[in-house]
């Protein structure tokens, strides 16, 4: 008996704000949406799929996600163009404090969700 894999995370938005969230994690990320569940499609939000992981958006209302230091982070083959994207798109950029084996920063998505993009040395 064991745990096999992460099989998805959930990050929530606010009511009504699916089309901000798919021009933020699909046009500007790049992550691919799927068909979510039609028992689950009137709860609002929607899956997304990255490689062997899928992230749903949930929908929430009346949380501080500016104070949430909970995170996803995705591991990216060039932190270089990554910044350069998100900083062209006008995402503030937070560098974090450097450790060993890795290079990242972080951000915050529209509704005040941390992402990290980590670049493993």
């Not at 699916?18 to 699909?26: G, L, M, Q």
């Not at 709860?43 to 009346?62: E, I, K, P, T």
């Not at 990554?82 to 529209?110: M, Q």
């Amino acid at each position: 008996m064991a745990i096999l894999r992460v099989h998805h995370a959930n990050i929530s938005i606010p009511q009504d704000s699916e089309d901000e969230a798919r021009a933020f994690y699909c046009a500007l990320l790049g992550l691919q949406e799927i068909e979510k569940p039609v028992a689950l499609k009137p709860n609002g939000g929607f899956w997304l799929r990255l490689s062997n992981m899928d992230v749903h958006v949930g929908v929430q209302d009346d949380v501080n996600r500016h104070a949430l230091r909970a995170h996803l982070a995705y591991e990216v083959d060039d932190l270089t163009v990554w910044r350069e994207k998100l900083s062209h798109a006008g995402v503030t950029l937070k560098e974090n404090t450097a450790i060993p084996d890795f290079d990242r920063f972080e951000i915050r998505d529209p509704f005040g969700n941390r992402i990290e993009f980590v670049k493993v040395k």
